[in-house]
């Protein structure tokens, strides 16, 4: 199948082309209109649902630059203002609407008409949607929006001083690859007071998220906002047990090779005791990669690697170029973290990070390419709601082209030694992420479970859980002030609560996509595509198995993975 990047504007044809959404006033009469319109056949409720599609798209694109706007500026008390102005004065008079249209749509006779196959995950979520609307969490909702975003903005104003110059934590993180042991313990213990000085503020800010979210699952009849958010998130095809079952199968297979990474890391650097500072850095000698310079030069590199796998990614990047749809580079006063956002009505997405010239932001430059991908992929659907596709297959997305990618490195290094050390630095983090992802995971469903507990018990629970998954090589001695408040650093515990496991799950996939990969190249491609061009119109697992993949999170599965990534691993050399 041929794709194209040629991406278009969905055309308008309920909305008048000119329409700007500014306020409630001006978008109410179309969702009144919805409401009230007689529907007597078939193809006027498909008509009513195409109507209704583009008006989501047009709503979601303005709440989506906003956002972008503003995390691209979080000085900017204006686009702060902006977007608190949707949060709070747009999108709570819409949600009643929104229900309103749901249960019209679900009590209408020709429903029964519709192709049931296509429609079935369609319908699926607006059952969901029903479920769990309570008129008495749309306040509730509108705070948590506008609070979320304060992490960013108290993230984002943080500095440190090296050299006389005034860092942000992201570029900071260059100084823990030097080859000076003094160094980068000065700037780890500077990047860790720094964090230090607004603990309180981001405790302050994570209990307020707390209390709204439990208030919010107990409105809608929840004993736990997890059981609640699992709901939300439709997670229809595992359970909190089968989280529970992926933590246990994290000790058991993925520790001892995380052990033997640390243990290498060890006696290449030739210190007696391996510390958090030393783990990004090189040996005496070895310089660290440099694989580029500028966000500029970084997206044409990334472009010039992606045309080597498929010209078509290469083409969705160069369309999002010309569309001024990036901001790579790391500064003062930008919200932390990278992520792509899908926008509904243009179909180009943007992609938003913060690089700083070091060789894991060449990866989160092919991971947010690889949502783009998937966005371009999934905007000739129909309608909006069946671009909604599900997050693990989103992060299969994003991580399979991580590994894909890697076969053409080469445009971001030129000896092939350091190459060599790009992709073992790549398989490694593979491998050792699965801890964090675990521990998470885990702390997420104690603090749920625990809404009422004290800063206290919360700090003592995440240090119990690090613990629990701690490899036996790394030293954290006379470090436990800055352990203690570790989870402040997870932009989603704040921004978007419970998405964590999704990253373990789509790791697990995205290897047996590599797996795939290896074996034919261009099946694993067009396996990938066929998959991310559906959307969301099918199950989680039917969208694993258009992908040449088993949905299984299983101990067994992921030791096999596991023992596939350690021969690979032991193959680049």
Not at 246 to 272: C, D, R, S, T
Not at 307 to 332: G, Q, V, W, Y
Not at 374 to 380: N, Y
Not at 543 to 556: I, K, N, R, V
Request: hydrophobic letters at 40%; glycine letters at 4%.
């Amino acid at each position: 199948m041929l794709h194209s990047a040629n991406i278009q504007k969905l055309s308008r044809n309920f909305l008048p082309n000119d329409f700007v959404v500014t306020d409630w006033n001006s978008l109410e009469p179309f969702f009144k209109e919805l409401l009230s319109r007689e529907l007597v056949s078939t193809e006027d409720l498909e008509k009513w649902l195409s109507d209704q599609s583009e008006l989501e798209a047009a709503v979601s694109e303005d709440a989506c630059w906003r956002q972008i706007k503003m995390t691209c500026d979080t000085q900017n008390k204006s686009l702060e203002e902006s977007y608190n102005f949707f949060c709070m004065e747009i999108q709570p008079h819409i949600q009643p609407y929104a229900d309103a249209l749901n249960k019209k749509f679900i009590q209408s006779d020709l429903l029964k008409e519709l192709d049931a196959e296509k429609y079935f995950t369609y319908v699926r979520n607006i059952k969901k949607s029903i479920e769990l609307f309570r008129e008495e969490n749309i306040p509730l909702q509108a705070e948590l929006a506008v609070l979320q975003q304060q992490y960013g903005q108290i993230t984002g104003a943080m500095t440190v001083e090296v050299n006389g110059e005034q860092f942000t934590l992201q570029q900071a993180g260059k100084f823990l690859e030097s080859n000076d042991r003094s160094l980068r313990e000065e700037v780890y213990f500077k990047i860790q007071k720094r964090r230090g000085e607004d603990k309180e503020k981001l405790n302050e800010l994570f209990n307020k998220l707390l209390n709204l979210r439990n208030t919010e699952a107990k409105n809608a009849g929840f004993e736990s906002y997890r059981d609640y958010r699992f709901k939300e998130l439709g997670r229809f095809d595992y359970d909190k047990e089968a989280c529970f079952q992926f933590h246990e199968a994290v000790k058991l297979h993925v520790l001892p090779l995380v052990n033997e990474i640390y243990k290498k890391k060890k006696a290449q650097l030739g210190v007696e005791v391996l510390r958090p500072w030393d783990l990004e850095a090189q040996p005496l000698g070895t310089k660290p990669l440099h694989p580029f310079k500028t966000g500029e030069e970084l997206l044409h590199k990334t472009i010039d690697c992606f045309k080597n796998l498929n010209p078509f990614f290469a083409d969705c990047l160069i369309k999002m170029n010309e569309l001024k749809h990036l901001d790579l580079e790391s500064r003062k006063g930008k919200a932390p973290g990278g992520y792509n956002c899908p926008l509904a009505e243009s179909g180009a997405p943007f992609i938003f990070m913060n690089a700083a010239g070091q060789m894991h932001d060449v990866t989160t430059m092919v991971h947010e390419g690889g949502h783009a991908v998937h966005s371009f992929l999934a905007h000739h659907l129909t309608l909006s709601g069946f671009k909604e596709y599900p997050m693990e297959i989103a992060e299969v997305a994003s991580m399979s082209m991580e590994l894909f990618s890697m076969d053409s490195w080469d445009s971001f290094f030129d000896n092939k030694e350091d190459l060599q050390r790009a992709k073992e630095h790549q398989l490694e983090r593979v491998i050792t992420i699965f801890p964090w992802i675990a521990i998470i995971d885990k702390f997420q469903h104690w603090v749920y479970e625990n809404p009422t507990h004290t800063n206290e018990e919360r700090s003592t629970m995440w240090l119990s859980i690090l613990n629990e998954f701690k490899d036996d090589t790394i030293d954290y001695s006379g470090l436990e002030m800055f352990r203690g408040n570790t989870w402040q650093r997870q932009l989603h515990l704040f921004e978007v609560p419970f998405y964590y496991i999704e990253y373990g799950i789509a790791q697990l996939g995205a290897i047996g996509m590599w797996m795939q990969f290896k074996k034919d190249k261009n099946l694993a491609i067009e396996n990938y595509c066929n998959a991310l061009s559906l959307g969301g119109t099918k199950t989680l697992p039917a969208l694993y198995e258009e992908a040449g993949l088993s949905f299984d999170f299983s101990p067994s599965k992921i030791k096999e993975l596991m023992e596939f990534v350690k021969f690979e691993m032991d193959q680049i050399h």
